[in-house]
């Protein structure tokens, strides 16, 4: 039990601190404005717990070493060989063009383990992927380099909420918003206009700038991920059999 004082305090400070995120986006839904970036969190997103599955993938995940060859080449993939009226985020150019775009996915080699990344890939990029994910089998490919596991990590708290501490949705946020800027300035889209300046992937100083930024990702994430394990242990120990 807390005291007045005490919750009050940490209440105003949650709030506080949710306001950054969610006050521009609500402001943005109002003018009917999207943003490439900042959408992705608040529209993505759902609220379905899963207790006994979610242990499952969050333990298979943390139990695996962090793979950081992916390189972001799942946003290359999901434009491969589109239109540029097809593409998902097509208010914003493509850096390289299409025809460049499309050799970058032609030139280098496609490692996407996240199934909720590659059931976008168009069809002509699928079959390029050295690893055929699915659905129903994420427990056997999730690893903790990815940077969509990292970013679902918000999912999985915010679908606990409010069994959990919003202090740990909310970091997961934090993280997850993180990197998904990262995950967007790999990705082939011209941003800089937002001021999001490119890593560049298809070079070797944009490898390994991407890598580096991928491994201090998953040390972030490892301590979320635990606790949400140890969350899902705690959930399950008190839900009636």
């Known amino acids: 039990m807390l005291d007045r004082a005490t919750w009050e305090s940490r209440r105003t400070a949650h709030?506080?601190?949710?306001?950054?995120?969610?006050?521009?986006?609500?402001?943005?839904?109002?003018?009917?404005?999207?943003?490439?970036v900042e959408?992705?969190?608040?529209?993505?997103?759902?609220?379905?717990p899963l207790l006994t599955s979610l242990r499952r993938l969050l333990t298979a995940t943390a139990d695996r070493p962090a793979q950081l060859g992916c390189f972001g080449l799942h946003e290359w993939a999901m434009v491969y060989r589109l239109e540029?009226?097809?593409?998902?985020?097509?208010?914003w150019p493509l850096r390289l063009g299409a025809s460049?775009?499309?050799?970058?996915?032609?030139?280098?080699?496609?490692?996407?383990?996240?199934?909720?990344?590659?059931?976008f890939f168009t069809d002509e990029a699928r079959p390029l992927n050295t690893l055929q994910p699915g659905r129903d089998d994420r427990p056997?490919?999730?690893?903790?380099?990815?940077?969509?596991?990292?970013?679902?990590?918000?999912?999985?708290?915010?679908?606990?909420?409010?069994?959990v501490c919003s202090d740990l949705v909310a970091d997961c946020?934090?993280?997850?918003?993180?990197?998904?800027?990262?995950?967007?300035?790999?990705?082939p889209y011209d941003l800089s206009a937002l001021g999001y300046e490119p890593v560049r992937i298809e070079t070797p100083a944009g490898k390994q700038e991407y890598a580096a930024a991928q491994r201090s990702f998953a040390e972030r994430a490892a301590?979320?991920?635990?606790?949400?394990?140890?969350?899902?242990?705690?959930l399950l120990a008190i839900v009636p059999r």
Do not use: K, W
């Open 100 to 119: 460049g775009t499309d050799a970058v996915v032609e030139s280098e080699r496609i490692a996407c383990s996240h199934f909720d990344a590659f059931r």
């Open 223 to 234: 301590p979320l991920r635990q606790r949400l394990i140890d969350e899902c242990e705690r």
């Open 173 to 187: 946020f934090d993280l997850a918003h993180d990197i998904r800027v990262l995950d967007m300035r790999a990705s």
């Open 15 to 36: 709030e506080t601190r949710v306001d950054v995120r969610v006050v521009p986006h609500l402001e943005r839904r109002r003018l009917r404005q999207s943003h490439p």
């Open 140 to 163: 056997s490919f999730e690893q903790p380099g990815c940077l969509h596991a990292g970013m679902d990590l918000y999912r999985h708290a915010f679908r606990l909420s409010p069994l």
């Open 39 to 48: 959408d992705f969190l608040f529209t993505y997103y759902s609220q379905r």
């Open 84 to 91: 540029p009226t097809e593409v998902r985020h097509s208010g």
